[in-house]
């Protein structure tokens, strides 16, 4: 079974650009979520999506947006880059539990490393 | 507001002793916990995880144990190797609307030392 995908691994923009992630998720997980990684800052959530609806969001400004494909695949877009956006963006999928009280870990793919200059 | 955070930013070990991460977490309200590994250039891995009923759970050389009376979290690592050195996140997950939120630390970097 293919793990989560992250396209593209390495990405170059300059400030005020804008930029669109693409996540893959695991076949048959349908909860996708992102993150951003910086140094000493840890895995900050964006936001998380199931069945094609955002149902939970991290508190980043509205520039950074995303949306979920039927097919459970994930973009994320961040408009007007800044050099403060330089980052590793992680998805992740999660699988049904099959119990909405029943929680479960989340997967990871490789992440997308953006670097605004 | 609520937060996990890391006792240690980073941990040197001798190869072969055993190493030793803590967690603090705040939200009461937790009731599932998960240990990450992340190597460098890589996404963080699923390393054990353990759920609020338990406190202790044993993996292949690794142990999490969870005090839910003072809100911690720990991951033991037995005869520490060299590809064990990476960055150790840990992540409370609680319920809220019906579905997950989960909060990640901000990482213990594991340094062992050959």
């Known amino acids: 079974k293919a793990g989560v995908t992250q396209t593209p691994r390495y990405l170059i923009k300059t400030r005020g650009q804008q930029v669109t992630l693409s996540c893959s998720p695991i076949?048959?997980?349908?909860?996708v979520s992102w993150y951003q990684q910086t140094p000493g800052q840890g895995l900050q959530f964006l936001f998380e999506?199931?069945?094609?609806?955002?149902?939970n969001k991290g508190n980043f400004p509205g520039r950074f947006s995303g949306r979920q494909f039927s097919n459970s695949r994930s973009e994320m877009n961040v408009s007007t880059l800044e050099l403060g956006d330089s980052a590793l963006y992680l998805c992740?999928?999660?699988?049904?539990?099959?119990?909405?009280?029943?929680?479960?870990?989340?997967?990871f793919g490789q992440g997308t490393r953006l670097t605004v200059v | 507001g609520e937060s996990v955070g890391l006792h240690l930013p980073t941990l040197s070990v001798q190869e072969g002793d055993n190493s030793i991460i803590n967690c603090a977490y705040s939200?009461?309200?937790?009731?599932?916990f998960i240990w990450y590994k992340q190597e460098s250039g890589k996404g963080p891995q699923f390393i054990i995880d353990?759920?609020?009923?338990?406190d202790k759970r044993q993996g292949q050389r690794v142990t999490v144990l969870l005090n839910k009376t003072v809100k911690h979290l720990s991951l033991q690592i037995a005869a520490t190797q060299p590809g064990d050195s990476a960055v150790y996140f840990c992540?409370?997950?609680?319920?809220?609307?019906?579905?997950?939120?989960?909060?990640f630390g901000i990482g213990t970097k594991l340094q062992v030392i050959p």
């Open positions: 939200n009461s309200a937790s009731d599932y």
């Open positions: 992740a999928s999660s699988p049904p539990t099959g119990r909405v009280s029943m929680n479960t870990e989340a997967f």
């Open positions: 076949s048959g997980h349908r909860s």
């Open positions: 353990i759920r609020s009923n338990m």
């Open positions: 992540a409370e997950t609680a319920l809220s609307g019906g579905y997950q939120k989960v909060t």
């Open positions: 999506y199931f069945s094609e609806t955002q149902r």
